[in-house]
């Protein structure tokens, strides 16, 4: 039996370090984009307060990455022995381990661009209330990566 | 289902009669005024009249203002739900009368709180310049009492706790040759220390000199009066203030009478600005007006007759370009709500038909799609249901938004039940922890299947469902074109898509790629194999033909066309897109259940119900609120970007019809 992380054993945790991954790289990053958010629009309710619910949307846009993440860890944790199933081989922890990457990246670096996304739109809705529609959708293209790793991430996972 | 066909009209009245009939017109909401170069006619110059109509509005905003500090309108969270309340017409014009009283109310209130803001300075400065002149109240001598014959009299504080041994040491350092002279340390305390210092004239700069280094400040006030008579006399001022500012508080708490009147003042002074600007499009000479625009053919013979009754003036009715009349959207009740999805996008342009219809179907399968839960579905039901048989006279867009909700709460319980989600997985988990049913046992079933154990089944049909959306947004296209009678535009831009496409599809139905997807192939006959064949190279030669079929070089026309083809990747990406349904989809459910599992962490039981009823309540009420946002936003990207990409550009001007609506707080009824 080999010795280190990839001794025989070590399966589950591989697989658990994979479902940290997904849970605090995309949280991260979905921190700091609502965080981006909720700074541009903290400065337009001090002129705007009417704009309140509208601005909250805008800027809870970038949440859902860390939302995604968390999903992705919950279905692994489920599978792993953790919170249910068997503890993986060292090559099913490996999968798992790959498995969570796309939404745990994908998930980090889209929430950061989709919260400058947000708080442009942020701004463009305090000089043009009515194009609220507009405002939402700018963000909305970015998360659309983030929705493809979260695919590939849960699909692989649910079928190992 | 329609955009409302428009006629433009030229109307013609007398001045003297023309504030009462755009009042009536502004009653109607028909009639959009156009802005136009008037020959023979002069424009109006109504910006003083403008700016007066703000003044008034503004004065009554402002007076408003003021009683909500002073006498708050007791209205409850839902109250901006119930609406505002109607007047009619009748009313109108007779409180309109009226608006001089109501500006002097407006002018009082703002003046009462004028002055209480003025008392209450007063009662600060008073109160400032008293603490500051007390610790000299047994001078017995005016305030400005500078010298006597020989002596200088310097009077003023000091910051801090200075003892006269201190001031008298620094002194004798600094100056020297002071020798004669007398402090007396008036009123020494924490913050500073009062203190009259008398000496010979000869040294007195140098000493007062030497003093202000320290931070010796003489009293703020120089007076021929003694301190205790300025006391006295800041005392009274002081009083009055108090109770002038009172006294007008009082007056202005009993003033939430005048609230009614005030809201009206707004409302008519906003009315009057609308009417102004209408006039300024309008063309006027001495004795008549005449103004153009345009009014739904439905309401136009109404509105003649009613004007030409009433009013000694011709309405005559007129030809337009194409493309000139602004768009209003029609549609029925189950429609209409997304019609302000459309319009934010864009409302139609020349040669587009109204997408609602048609869009709005896709809209509530697509949003019911991604949030999928039957009891998140049925919350939204029967909170919209109940919101809108409370509140009838709810404000329209209000009344829209809710009932788009309601059948996008319709639509995601049906999903719901097809993929046996009820607050997740919630009864499943309630009878398995509490009431001891058999963990083994399926409780609650789904009538069609449960995505999280078929995801790839529910990915193909996600893609099947995009198909469908993007081939109805193509077949739109080729409706638009056709009724433009394009039928080159059809061939080269539609027709030849749709084969391509299909042939594409049905070769990849058989195949591996496919196998690999779904886990088992379609098997098509070999009729069918080689008749896709056939359609996906007929649907590729006629796009290189004739995509591009109105270039003149040949050459130009085939690289154009070639490029076209290139557009089959946009095609998958698009359909790939449609992948947000599963994941949305899935992110609701798997949620969901975690938060059920969370909540029996702590096992069955009545402490372990507790914990689940929290547990529950909160953890779905945040997942429902980021997945309503959630599907929300994914359901207008794929309407815009996918399905509107597909055959539709907007850029229509909307029918902004002189309207009494732009009132904030009173309807004004139509009958």
């Not at chain 2, 402490?607 to 936003?633: C, E, K, Q």
Request: proline residues 4%; negative net charge.
């Amino acid at each position: 039996m080999s010795q280190g992380l990839f001794s025989a054993d070590m399966g589950q945790v591989w697989a658990l370090i994979g479902a940290a991954l997904a849970t605090f790289l995309a949280g991260s990053g979905s921190a700091i984009g609502v965080g981006m958010g909720g700074r541009a629009a903290a400065g337009v309710l001090t002129e705007k307060p009417e704009l309140f619910a509208k601005v909250l949307i805008l800027q809870l846009l970038p949440g859902t990455q860390g939302i995604y993440g968390l999903l992705v860890a919950f279905v692994t944790l489920g599978k792993i022995g953790v919170l249910g199933g068997t503890a993986p081989t060292l090559q099913q922890g490996l999968l798992y381990f790959a498995a969570c990457l796309p939404i745990g990246v994908a998930g980090l670096i889209s929430a950061i661009h989709q919260g400058k996304a947000s708080a442009a739109s942020i701004s463009l809705l305090a000089k043009r209330p009515d194009s609220f529609g507009r405002a939402m959708l700018l963000p909305a293209m970015v998360e659309t990566y983030a929705i493809l790793a979260l695919l590939v991430s849960i699909l692989t996972v649910s079928s190992l | 289902m329609s955009v409302v066909s428009m006629k433009k009209i030229w109307l013609c009245g007398l001045e003297s009669e023309r504030e009462a009939l755009l009042r009536l017109v502004q009653k109607k909401r028909v009639l959009q005024v156009r802005e136009e170069e008037h020959r023979h006619l002069t424009s109006p110059d109504v910006r003083d009249a403008v700016q007066a109509a703000e003044r008034k509005a503004h004065a009554a905003e402002q007076a408003l203002k003021i009683l909500d500090r002073y006498a708050p309108d007791q209205g409850g969270l839902l109250a901006s739900l119930a609406g505002v309340p109607d007047k009619s017409y009748e009313d109108w014009l007779k409180e309109s009368r009226e608006q001089a009283d109501l500006e002097a109310k407006a002018a009082a209130v703002i003046e009462a709180d004028k002055q209480v803001t003025e008392a209450k300075a007063v009662i600060v400065r008073t109160e400032m310049l008293m603490e500051n002149i007390l610790p000299w109240k047994d001078f017995p001598r005016p305030m400005n009492t500078e010298e006597t014959q020989s002596c200088r009299i310097l009077m003023g504080t000091l910051p801090g706790m200075v003892p006269e041994g201190e001031v008298r040491a620094f002194l004798a350092e600094e100056v020297p040759e002071a020798q004669a002279y007398e402090i007396e340390m008036i009123d020494p305390a924490d913050s500073q220390t009062a203190l009259i210092l008398v000496c010979l004239k000869d040294i007195a700069d140098e000493v007062e000199d030497c003093l202000r280094r320290k931070g010796f400040a003489r009293p703020l006030i120089q007076s021929d009066k003694t301190p205790k008579e300025l006391l006295a006399e800041l005392e009274t001022q002081h009083g009055e203030a108090r109770q002038k500012a009172e006294e007008k508080e009082n007056w202005l708490k009993e003033r939430g009478c005048d609230r009614a009147g005030l809201q009206f003042l707004y409302d008519d002074a906003t009315l009057e600005k609308g009417r102004l600007e209408a006039v300024a499009k309008a063309g006027t000479s001495k004795e008549v007006f005449f103004l153009t625009g345009y009014v739904p053919e439905k309401a136009a013979d109404a509105l003649k007759k009613e004007l030409e009754e009433k009013f000694t003036c011709s309405v005559e009715f007129c030809p337009m370009e194409e493309g000139e009349a602004p768009v209003l959207l029609k549609n029925n009740s189950f429609s209409t709500p997304t019609e302000s999805v459309v319009a934010s996008y864009g409302l139609p342009g020349v040669g587009e038909i109204d997408p609602t219809s048609i869009m709005s179907i896709f809209y509530y399968v697509l949003f019911g799609l991604m949030l999928s839960d039957a009891g998140y579905g049925l919350l939204m039901v029967i909170g919209c249901g109940i919101a809108l048989k409370k509140f009838p006279g709810m404000k329209k867009g209000t009344r829209q938004m809710l009932t788009m909700f309601f059948w996008c709460g319709v639509s995601t319980t049906i999903w719901g039940l097809l993929f046996g989600s009820f607050f997740g997985d919630v009864i499943d988990v309630v009878a398995h922890t509490f009431f001891g049913v058999d963990p083994a046992k399926e409780v609650f079933r789904p009538l069609w299947f449960a995505p999280i154990k078929k995801p790839m089944r529910l990915l193909i049909y996600s893609f099947l469902i995009g198909i469908i959306h993007l081939f109805t947004g193509l077949a739109i296209k080729g409706f638009q074109l056709l009724k433009q009678k394009r039928v080159m535009d059809f061939i080269g831009g539609v027709l030849s898509w749709y084969l391509l496409l299909i042939g594409l599809i049905l070769l990849l139905l058989p195949s591996d790629l496919f196998a690999s997807i779904s886990g088992s192939a379609i098997p098509l006959p070999p009729a069918v194999q080689s008749a896709a064949k056939i359609l996906a190279i007929a649907g590729a030669v006629g796009l290189l033909l004739f995509a591009a079929w109105d270039k003149k070089n040949f050459g130009l026309r085939l690289a154009l066309g070639a490029y076209e083809i290139y557009g089959i990747t946009g095609w998958l990406s698009d359909v790939l897109s449609y992948s947000r349904l599963l994941a949305l989809g899935l992110a609701t459910g798997v949620i969901a259940s975690v938060i059920n599992s969370m909540g029996t962490m702590f096992g069955g039981g009545v402490i372990g119900a507790i914990i689940f009823i929290v547990i529950f309540l909160v953890g779905h009420a945040l997942n429902m609120a980021i997945n309503l946002l959630g599907a929300y936003v994914h359901t207008n990207r794929l309407q815009y970007v996918e399905f509107f990409g597909k055959f539709y550009e907007g850029g229509g001007n909307a029918f902004e019809p002189m309207t009494a609506d732009t009132a904030k707080y009173y309807h004004m009824e139509d009958i």
